[in-house]
């Protein structure tokens, strides 16, 4: 990866770019590795996180030591091509402020893995108030004043391309081949996946919430209904016959209310692990090569 996007940076910029390279809180020898190219680049930067803190905040953290007047978000695992560096920059000078990688397919994923992210980002789209484009993730070149609005949102569960799409300005997309990954297997399991989608629709949309209103208010109806019902079977003298209707009713309802409390929940949920203010991330360490001292 140093090696690709060094070589790339040179051709467009010369020696005028920093690459940052964020350790989340490795158990491997990535933090040396980052050392020794500090040691041996001016060019890098390392920052070490006290622990491991996620894909999104290990970003968030990078961000605010970028001095530079555009930005590139890049993984590691070379999925994303750095050589697409090029087209993005073209973007950017014809006025944009955002130019994102839009993924035309997928090498290396498992059918799963592909039909799934895309019904998420489909059904994301839907539920948003804002514009979130498909099949996009967080490799993306964004412009400086991009920048400063994302670094100044306080968001503890963070969607950073959606808080990006959230921004406005011009944003464009550049579509692009995923290749598979260079070394390595994902850390993203299907919990963190799951996770990172509830954090993506609790973070951009209400509409959980109204859904649930709107089933509370339709199993209301259809409850008042079967009430009905009841009485009337009471005034023509039947008798009800057995209790498996009640008992149907009884657990309909008891599911659709513990759904509807699930649902407050993650939003109550956010709203209390926002208001305890902290840190976002704890950076350990820097790391600067002494000829950029």
């Known amino acids: 990866m140093h090696e690709r996007?060094?070589?790339?940076?040179?051709?467009?910029?010369?020696?005028?770019?920093?690459?940052?390279?964020?350790?989340?809180?490795?158990?491997?020898?990535?933090?040396?590795?980052?050392?020794t190219l500090v040691e041996s680049d001016p060019h890098i930067i390392g920052?070490?996180?006290?622990?491991?803190?996620?894909?999104?905040?290990?970003?968030?953290?990078?961000?605010?030591?970028?001095?530079?007047?555009?930005?590139?978000?890049?993984?590691?695992?070379?999925?994303?091509?750095?050589?697409?560096?090029?087209?993005?920059m073209a973007e950017l000078d014809g006025g944009a402020d955002?130019?994102?990688?839009?993924?035309?397919?997928?090498?290396?994923?498992?059918?799963?893995k592909k039909m799934t992210a895309a019904a998420f980002y489909r059904m994301l789209a839907r539920l948003s108030?804002?514009?979130?484009?498909?099949?996009?993730?967080?490799?993306?070149?964004?412009?400086?004043?991009?920048?400063n609005v994302l670094i100044s949102m306080p968001e503890q569960h963070r969607f950073i391309r959606g808080m990006v799409s959230w921004i406005g300005f011009r944003q464009v997309p550049v579509?692009?081949?995923?290749?598979?990954?260079?070394?390595?297997?994902?850390?993203?399991?299907?919990?963190?996946?799951?996770?990172?989608?509830?954090?993506?629709?609790t973070g951009f949309s209400i509409l959980p919430l109204r859904l649930s209103t709107w089933v509370g208010v339709g199993m209301g109806l259809l409850s008042l209904a079967f009430m009905i019902w009841t009485l009337?079977?009471?005034a023509n003298g039947s008798t009800i016959r057995g209790w498996?209707?009640?008992?149907?009713?009884?657990?309909?309802?008891?599911?659709?209310?513990?759904?509807?409390?699930?649902?407050?929940?993650?939003?109550?949920?956010?709203?209390?692990?926002?208001s305890k203010a902290r840190p976002l991330f704890i950076i350990s360490d820097i790391y600067r090569n002494k000829r950029q001292m």
């Open 175 to 201: 579509e692009y081949e995923r290749s598979e990954r260079f070394a390595g297997e994902t850390k993203y399991t299907l919990g963190k996946m799951v996770r990172f989608a509830i954090d993506a629709i």
């Open 98 to 112: 955002v130019a994102y990688g839009k993924r035309i397919s997928r090498a290396g994923e498992t059918t799963f």
């Open 244 to 274: 498996t209707s009640l008992m149907t009713v009884v657990l309909v309802l008891g599911s659709v209310q513990l759904l509807v409390l699930g649902i407050m929940g993650e939003y109550l949920g956010r709203l209390y692990i926002q």
């Open 5 to 35: 996007l060094s070589r790339t940076c040179q051709d467009i910029v010369g020696s005028s770019y920093k690459i940052v390279l964020v350790n989340d809180g490795s158990r491997d020898d990535t933090l040396a590795h980052i050392r």
């Open 232 to 234: 009337l079977e009471w």
């Open 47 to 88: 920052v070490n996180l006290s622990r491991n803190h996620g894909h999104q905040l290990a970003l968030s953290a990078g961000l605010p030591i970028c001095s530079g007047q555009r930005i590139l978000i890049i993984d590691a695992d070379l999925q994303d091509p750095p050589e697409l560096l090029g087209k993005m």
């Open 129 to 147: 108030e804002t514009r979130l484009p498909v099949d996009t993730g967080d490799f993306r070149l964004i412009s400086r004043r991009a920048l």
